[in-house]
């Protein structure tokens, strides 16, 4: 299933999985909207079809636009999915931007609900890549005191990467209002998964709490850096529980791209692993002796050049 409106004046306030297609539709029946509106609607109808959650898996959300939430918009004003659970799978999220929050989802905690709990959105195994903000938060997830799960089951991973708000990395930021519930960011990584989370997260504003914790074996990493400081009155709680935490260091994701391209200046082909969801790696096969000695040789005349 792959979502991909193309608009030139978007205003909605739903994400590309319905209603930014159905405006692409509008605007030009016999253009690429056409196909993004047939996927839309079939996404729609297989979330409708189960009456207390809605599944997407295998999803891909490509260069859509909107107001709040460029890939999906989870709040009040789009009931179908704001008030049940949200399960997304094995999904891509590239190249989509929200113009106030969440480039590619924003998902919202509704008070009129009678227990007053946000529904689960949960994310498992998928990929966010160069979705924006330009001048709001969010970069890939806004959460706006609702309850997110990120998970990478075992050997598999969840990467953001290259996301951005307001010019800066951004990956999830957070809202939440004074007597809300708490917004959440619960964490699971499988043995040998890994939350590969290169783009930091940030707080718009937080006057109740923030509560972050991490279960299961793998490995969380996250660049960046991440920024709780505009939590207005409100509190943030970071918990690691098993496995581990891994803050990567100034420019070691960069590292690995500027390394394959002055490998190439001297003639030696490796292969880059960001297909992979390990961006900061570099796949070097065996060679000859003589061959094994020139791509010693170059790694060392490149660390050497403070790259």
């Not at 409708?48 to 939430?69: D, K, P, R, V």
């Not at 509704?110 to 330009?134: C, K, L, Q, W, Y």
């Not at 709680?237 to 581990?244: I, L, P, Q, R, Y």
């Amino acid at each position: 299933m792959a979502v991909r409106p193309s608009l030139a004046d978007p205003v909605s306030d739903a994400g590309g999985v319905l209603a930014e297609a159905v405006q692409a539709y509008a605007a030009n029946p016999n253009g690429p909207g056409k196909t993004a509106l047939t996927a839309a609607v079939a996404a729609y109808n297989q979330a409708m079809a189960n009456s207390n959650s809605n599944e997407i898996s295998g999803g891909t959300f490509l260069n859509n636009l909107a107001n709040y939430g460029g890939g999906i918009g989870a709040d009040a004003g789009n009931p179908n999915f704001c008030c049940r659970p949200l399960a997304i799978s094995d999904s891509v999220f590239s190249g989509n931007t929200a113009f106030v929050s969440g480039g590619a989802i924003y998902i919202e905690r509704v008070a009129t609900m009678a227990d007053g709990i946000a529904p689960n959105t949960v994310i498992v195994d998928s990929t966010f890549t160069r979705n924006t903000v330009p001048n709001g938060y969010g970069g890939a997830i806004f959460n706006r005191g609702a309850v997110l799960g990120l998970t990478a089951t075992v050997g598999k991973v969840t990467l953001f990467s290259g996301n951005t708000a307001g010019g800066k990395g951004s990956s999830v930021d957070f809202h939440v209002s004074l007597g809300d519930p708490d917004a959440v960011l619960s964490v699971e990584v499988g043995s040998g998964g890994m939350l590969d989370m290169r783009d930091p997260m940030g707080v718009e504003s937080n006057t109740g709490g923030i509560d972050i914790g991490k279960i299961g074996a793998g490995i969380w990493a996250l660049g960046g850096a991440s920024d709780f400081t505009r939590s207005g009155s409100g509190k943030t709680v970071f918990g690691v529980a098993e496995g581990s935490l891994y803050l990567y260091a100034d420019g070691e994701v960069e590292n690995a791209t500027a390394a394959d391209a002055f490998l190439r200046s001297r003639g030696i082909i490796v292969r880059a692993m960001g297909g992979y969801g390990l961006g900061e790696w570099l796949r070097i096969s065996i060679g000859t002796g003589e061959e094994n000695q020139s791509v010693v040789q170059a790694l060392a005349d490149f660390v050497a050049q403070g790259k």
